[in-house]
Antibody, heavy 120, light 107 residues
Framework: QVQLQESGPGLVKPSQTLSLTCTVS??????????WSWIRQPAGKGLEWIGR???????NYNPSLKSRVTISVDTSKNQFSLKLSSVTAADTAVYYC????????????WGQGTLVTVSS | DIQMTQSPSSVSASVGDRVTITCRAS??????LAWYQQKPGKAPKLLIY???SLQSGVPSRFSGSGSGTDFTLTISSLQPEDFATYYC?????????FGPGTKVDIK
């Protein structure tokens, strides 16, 4: 059973960079044709897809965030990471990592989510 | 970008009721649609993919239908554990997008 777990600071100052890591257990991040995504959800609001990475390092980012997002992967640690720069209060949200398919964006495994608050 | 809408935004229902939620895409997406269930404080859970395929382990009282721009999620007999928020998501066009959600609560 694949499990994902987000980790990282819960509080980030405005203008700084948000950094989160997702650790995958129960299987190799490199096995199968899966993409690994980040998705966020502001409190009381809907879900926004941030971007994804394949274990080759190939990435796709939501155009709405592309200028500020970097997703990377460390296959030796079975982890992938998110960096979001120049954050504002609007970036305050629960951040989820999730596994998606190569053909379609179906997200079948999710982490529990981690709340990141942007505040001074 | 493809925009997703859902109706109703909330529905009050009783245990045993049949509940239907509608999702509409701003452009045709064939059958590239997923439905998720989210309970408070939890991650979304994939219920249905490809518009009508039940994810492994999901009870058969959940069903999905539709293609093109109009889709439906039906819960045939609402159970206590089904009170949650449901999201649709278009799964083919970049970037993937979720609907605003439909909250199913207790009447």
């Amino acid at each position: 059973q694949v499990q994902l777990q987000e980790s990282g600071p819960g509080l980030v100052k405005p203008s700084q960079t948000l950094s989160l890591t997702c650790t995958v257990s129960g299987g190799s991040i490199s096995s199968g044709s899966y993409y690994w995504s980040w998705i966020r959800q502001p409190a009381g609001k809907g879900l926004e897809w941030i971007g994804r990475i394949y274990t080759s390092g190939s990435t796709n980012y939501n155009p709405s965030l592309k200028s500020r997002v970097t997703i990377s992967v460390d296959t030796s640690k079975n982890q992938f990471s998110l960096k979001l720069s120049s954050v504002t209060a609007a970036d305050t949200a629960v951040y989820y990592c999730a596994r998606g398919g190569a053909v379609a964006y179906y997200f079948d495994y999710w982490g529990q989510g981690t709340l990141v608050t942007v505040s001074s | 970008d493809i925009q997703m809408t859902q109706s109703p935004s909330s529905v009050s229902a009783s245990v045993g009721d049949r509940v239907t939620i509608t999702c509409r895409a701003s452009q045709g997406i064939s059958s590239w649609l997923a439905w998720y269930q989210q309970k408070p404080g939890k991650a979304p859970k994939l219920l249905i993919y490809a518009a009508s395929s039940l994810q492994s382990g999901v009870p058969s009282r959940f069903s999905g239908s539709g293609s093109g721009t109009d889709f439906t999620l039906t819960i045939s007999s609402l159970q206590p554990e089904d009170f949650a928020t449901y999201y649709c998501q278009q799964a083919n066009s970049f970037p993937p997008a979720f609907g605003p959600g439909t909250k199913v609560d207790i009447k």
